[in-house]
């Protein structure tokens, strides 16, 4: 669903149902291709390590809109942007966001569904949108969030998602197999904490189907300079930006891990892309 909607609106509407949200833009780019975001922002909120058993933190809304307004990407996905909740200051993060950085968004579940919230934030408009719950034989509930985008480019499709953690080995085996078969043959950009890496049978059903930006960029597989987590000091790879094979150039330079402890937890994964025709 798209409207032309106002933000007080927005933030009453999106209790119920996932909503895509349109603003007025002008759909055009600073990059020479498409600058992708990921981006895990721990539900818009920062613990103090000083004072764990008390709950006590900041809330990180201005350092996360600085961030991004600094790096200008043209789609992000974000993981754990559920709002609405104690942890985000009982404020919806992604419509904040979405206002400040004039940008369209597609939040998929309603937060009455308990799940990490995924969001897709983009520069140009949201033409379709969706969410998938996945098969769930241990752990939470988890989904992945679909959307086409109108671009320069042509129309793409963006998929963003949160696996289950390491220990739920068959919810990712599952999540896994879920999200080959959902993207199918579509031409896609896949973003997300994927809470795998390299050893997991998850990653492994990823790989034989999906090829990772980084590599594309000539990062070796395991890369440290591909670490995400955590922010602090990165000794893993658990957030991905993957992409359908043969479909996409990265543009020379482009991949990078960013960010830092103000933010989030994790640190973002980015990259500039041009689809093949």
């Known amino acids: 669903m798209n409207k032309k909607i106002d933000a007080i609106i927005i933030i009453f509407m999106i209790f119920s149902v996932g909503m895509t949200i349109s603003f007025t833009i002008e759909p055009e780019t600073n990059n020479e291709g498409i600058k992708i975001m990921s981006f895990n922002i721990h539900q818009f909120f920062i613990q103090d390590p000083s004072s764990v058993s008390e709950k006590q933190g900041d809330y990180i809304f201005n350092n996360l809109l600085n961030y991004i307004e600094d790096e200008k990407p043209d789609i992000i996905g974000l993981q754990e942007a559920e709002g609405a909740r104690f942890s985000s200051g009982h404020i919806q993060g992604v419509a904040w966001l979405a206002e400040h950085l004039?940008?369209?968004?597609?939040?998929?579940?309603?937060?009455?569904?308990?799940?990490?919230?995924?969001?897709i934030l983009s520069k140009w408009k949201i033409i379709e949108s969706n969410h998938h719950i996945f098969p769930r034989p241990e752990g939470i509930e988890r989904s992945v969030v679909e959307v086409t985008i109108e671009t320069p480019f042509g129309n793409i499709n963006i998929f963003n998602t949160h696996f289950a953690i390491s220990r739920f080995n068959d919810a990712q085996i599952e999540a896994a197999k879920k999200l080959i078969e959902i993207?199918?043959?579509?031409?896609?950009?896949?973003?997300?904490?994927?809470?795998?890496?390299?050893?997991?049978?998850?990653?492994?059903?990823?790989?034989?189907?999906?090829?990772?930006?980084?590599?594309?960029?000539?990062?070796?597989?395991?890369?440290?300079?591909?670490?995400?987590?955590?922010?602090?000091?990165?000794?893993?790879?658990?957030?991905?930006?993957?992409?359908?094979?043969?479909?996409?150039?990265?543009?020379?330079?482009?991949?990078?891990?960013?960010?830092?402890?103000?933010?989030?937890?994790?640190?973002?994964?980015?990259?500039?892309?041009?689809?093949?025709?």
């Open 183 to 277: 993207i199918g043959d579509k031409k896609a950009i896949i973003t997300g904490d994927f809470n795998v890496n390299f050893e997991d049978d998850a990653y492994f059903i990823l790989n034989n189907s999906l090829v990772q930006s980084s590599v594309l960029a000539g990062y070796e597989l395991n890369s440290t300079e591909t670490y995400t987590a955590s922010a602090a000091n990165p000794t893993s790879k658990i957030d991905y930006i993957w992409l359908t094979e043969n479909d996409w150039e990265v543009i020379d330079n482009s991949f990078k891990v960013g960010g830092d402890t103000s933010i989030s937890d994790h640190l973002a994964v980015i990259v500039e892309l041009i689809p093949k025709l």
């Open 102 to 119: 004039n940008m369209y968004y597609y939040y998929g579940n309603p937060t009455s569904d308990q799940i990490y919230g995924n969001a």
